[in-house]
């Protein structure tokens, strides 16, 4: 980390001073690639409801582990949300009804299911407010550790599923014809999602989250005109709108998580005029 | 369609053939197939014709292996009496989102590979997909988004990709759906031309009945069961064909 720390000492800003800043600069760079990598699976399997609602679970999840006292709720919450992911899966394979209907249901049960426990003995919620709105500069540098090794895992995963898994969301008869089990494709999709959203949901925010998993490969689809585009402008949105959001937050005072959100959603809609022009 | 001359006696000697017997299916309480028997060989082509709801893609759906049935589907060549069956599946009028970056070539190197679309493409496998398209007149499609595609160009898109690898049975759902006139007569055409340069089989569900006598070995007529099967102009002139399509209320 201090080869980190003294690479901007030079730069004539007041943050360079500021470790916590170089700590949340780290750690947006290791996420927004997760989010740009997700994001375009997540937009072309049209699950953005889904995940979400992944966000939602995963603060019953918190709301859990500090009900149980534990040290670190947010593991709590990583189980809660796999099992969520992989019960929805089921769920949604079982049952007549559309995938919007089932996952209105899970997600405005796991909601309240979160406040409840939240508010259980006449708690007071505000020690649950920095899971909704997030907090990047309290991001420790053994987190961004964690971080990485994520994003180390999520990327091997891709490189070795991502064509089944472009093909499942596309065309799941076709997949399935050509011997792609769907369902093994969709839960380890699922799975991932989850535990990426509840391990960025403390830095995030649940409330702006899905923004981060929604508008890159949103926007990358008004310009792409391949899968290598679409991958490429969606991690690059990520990372220009994250690094960007970090500093414009800083600098005038406001939630980063949001500011992120609000950049992207500027790129989007950019990036929807230039569409015509593209294609 | 000729190769029965050579089996006097029903058999499949030295021809490849694929045969389907006392084939049933119940979904919950629903009898959706009930005893379906078919025989056919390899070049044949053969369209499954049947009214709405007449398990049509059921039976697709056993022979491709993603349906529980009873009964027997067995494949057989001269080498080897009992071999495994390599299907190509061309599905049923896929919408694909307009909006999604996906080319022909992403397509391609998703299925035909297990290499992740949005690498660079090495130069070899780009010239095997310019060789599978070429085999349907369709090289010029390779940078094309799938959702840009007419009907008949996707068609042909996903008739490339179930040749690829070549097997010996190829199974269509409905091919000309959403294709025009021109287009159909040259997929059919193309069709015609596979099965031959190939040797393969060709099973397809179609409600287009213009095209049977002119390029279908043999048609059966499916509903439940098998009803008739045999040439088309013998199952088109049928009762159980009037019957099927308009005392049945079926739709042609």
Redesign the interface.
């Known amino acids: 980390m201090s080869i980190w720390y003294a690479l901007f000492n030079w730069l004539p800003f007041d943050w360079v001073t500021l470790n916590f800043m170089k700590n949340a600069l780290l750690a947006v760079c290791v996420m927004a690639p997760l989010f740009g990598i997700l994001s375009t699976s997540i937009v ?1 399997g049209r699950m953005s409801f889904f995940s979400d609602a992944l966000g939602h679970s995963a603060f019953t999840g918190i709301a859990i582990g500090v009900l149980c006292g534990l040290a670190a709720p947010i593991w709590a919450a990583v189980a809660l949300s796999i099992a969520f992911a992989v019960l929805f899966t089921w769920v949604r394979a079982k049952t007549q009804q559309a995938a919007d209907t089932v996952i209105g249901v899970f997600s405005s049960t796991a909601v309240a299911l979160g406040i409840f426990i939240a508010t259980l003995g006449g708690g007071s919620f505000t020690k649950f407010n920095s899971f909704l709105i997030g907090d990047i500069l309290s991001v420790t540098p053994a987190e961004i550790g964690l971080l990485a090794l994520v994003l180390a895992a999520v990327v091997v995963l ?3 599923f ?3 898994i ?2 499942t969301t ?2 799941p ?2 997949a ?3 011997g792609i089990s769907i369902r093994r494709s969709e839960l380890l999709f699922t799975c991932v999602i989850a535990v990426v959203v509840t391990l960025a949901i403390s830095w995030v925010g649940l409330l702006v989250i899905n923004s981060l998993l929604v508008l890159p490969a949103a926007a ?2 008004n310009v ?9 402008f969606s991690v690059l949105a990520a990372l220009v709108c994250s690094i960007a959001g970090l500093f414009v937050s800083y600098e005038i005072g406001c939630s980063t998580g949001a500011t992120i959100s609000l950049l992207l959603a500027i790129w989007f809609a950019l990036s929807s005029l230039l569409r015509s022009r593209v294609q | 369609m000729n190769h029965h001359a050579h089996h006097p006696h029903g058999g499949c000697g030295d021809a490849c053939c694929l045969r389907v017997s006392d084939l049933s299916v119940r979904l919950g309480t629903d009898q959706i197939l009930e005893h379906v028997s078919l025989h056919m060989h390899c070049g044949e082509m053969v369209a499954l014709i049947g009214p709405n709801g007449a398990g049509k893609s059921t039976l697709i759906k056993s022979i ?1 292996g ?1 349906q529980t049935y009873e009964g027997t589907i067995t494949f057989s060549t001269p080498e080897h009496p009992s071999q495994r069956l390599r ?1 190509g ?1 061309v ?2 009028s ?1 919408a ?2 307009r ?5 022909v ?3 391609f ?3 035909v ?8 493409v090495p130069r070899a496998l780009r010239e095997k997909i310019l060789a599978c398209l070429k085999n349907v007149r369709g090289e010029g499609l390779i ?1 094309k ?2 959702g840009t595609l007419s009907g008949g160009e996707l068609q042909r898109v ?1 008739l490339a ?1 179930a040749l690829e690898p070549m097997p010996n049975l190829l199974i269509l759902d409905e091919p000309l759906s959403g294709v025009d006139v021109e287009g159909m007569a040259l997929l059919m055409e193309m069709l015609s031309d596979i099965r031959h340069t190939f040797d393969l089989s060709i099973l397809m569900i179609t409600h287009d009945f213009t095209m049977l006598a002119q390029y279908v070995d043999q048609v059966v007529l499916l509903d439940k069961t098998v009803l008739r099967s045999g040439t088309p102009a013998d199952v088109l002139d049928s009762d159980e064909f009037l019957q099927a399509f308009h005392l049945g209320g079926g739709q042609a």
């Open positions: 072309t891709w490189i070795l991502s064509s089944r472009l093909l596309i065309h008869q076709l399935s014809s050509r990358a689809r792409a005109k391949n899968m290598r585009q679409y991958v490429l | 491709l993603q299907i599946y599905p049923q896929p694909f989102d909006a999604d970056p996906v080319t070539q992403d397509l190197v998703s299925c590979s297990r290499r992740p679309a949005f690498l660079p940078d988004r799938i996903l990709l």
